[in-house]
């Protein structure tokens, strides 16, 4: 199946740093790629979407000035956690789909931890 | 609003009989379903899925039951392996909209 990583697998932060999580598709070209957040117990909650070479769709409540997704190549996509805070602690997961592929393949995700 | 429903947090099976995962939803609309298996440190790997215009679809061990009137759906696994131990994501879709996931379901398959 096709490949989807993420870097890092985990961040430590202090309050009001920025971080950046990458995504990245290894062996397909990834027209769409999707952020999720997973907080303890709960399910995979979708926070955007993003095609390649456009803004992101920012899913409702979630702030796409402290969240910034950019997607600038069909094998990458980054999510920049501005102003982290320790409620921005969660469990976040990309995904990736090629065009005319219904299926999405999962990143193993990165674990924040905002002190 | 918590549109896929996955009740059991966890279910613990026998190696070699049967383990079953259940999935509601209310949103009359999806039609489609899927489900994922969640490793530790891992993300979610596609498991199997089921069109809405079916009510099971089998894949080896794995068989997916829809009941489009009970808005239910189910995992089968049988027989049951200590390697099928994981976190189980139902996740379902309407047209070509996002997924929506539920809870998921720790499986503890006991040798």
């Known amino acids: 199946g096709a490949v989807v990583s993420q870097h890092p697998s985990r961040v430590i932060c202090k309050s009001g740093t920025s971080v950046k999580i990458e995504c990245r598709s290894l062996?397909?070209?990834?027209?769409?790629m999707f952020w999720y957040r997973q907080f303890p117990k709960q399910s995979l909650m979708l926070m955007a979407t993003?095609?390649?070479?456009?803004?992101?769709?920012?899913e409702q409540g979630v702030e796409k000035d402290k969240f910034l997704i950019n997607h600038a190549s069909l094998t990458l996509s980054t999510l920049t956690v501005t102003s982290a805070h320790p409620e921005d602690s969660s469990f976040y997961i990309c995904?990736?789909?090629?065009?005319?592929?219904?299926?999405?393949?999962f990143g193993p995700g990165t674990r924040l931890t905002v002190l | 609003d918590q549109q896929v429903k996955q009740n059991s947090p966890s279910l613990s099976v026998q190696e070699g009989r049967i383990s079953i995962l259940n999935c509601d939803y209310t949103?009359?609309?999806?039609?489609?379903f899927l489900w994922y298996k969640k490793y530790p440190a891992e993300g979610p790997t596609f498991l199997i899925s089921?069109?809405?215009?079916?009510d099971k679809n089998e894949d080896g061990r794995f068989t997916v039951f829809l009941n489009k009137s009970a808005k239910h759906l189910s995992l089968h696994i049988v027989p049951s392996q200590p390697g099928d131990s994981a976190v189980y994501f139902c996740?379902?879709?309407?047209?070509?909209?996002?997924?929506?996931f539920g809870t998921g379901t720790r499986l503890t398959v006991i040798p």
């Open positions: 062996d397909f070209q990834a027209t769409t």
């Open positions: 993003s095609n390649e070479g456009s803004k992101a769709t920012y």
């Open positions: 949103n009359s609309m999806f039609d489609y």
């Open positions: 995904s990736a789909r090629s065009g005319g592929v219904d299926e999405q393949f």
């Open positions: 996740a379902a879709k309407s047209g070509a909209n996002n997924l929506f």
């Open positions: 089921i069109s809405s215009i079916k």
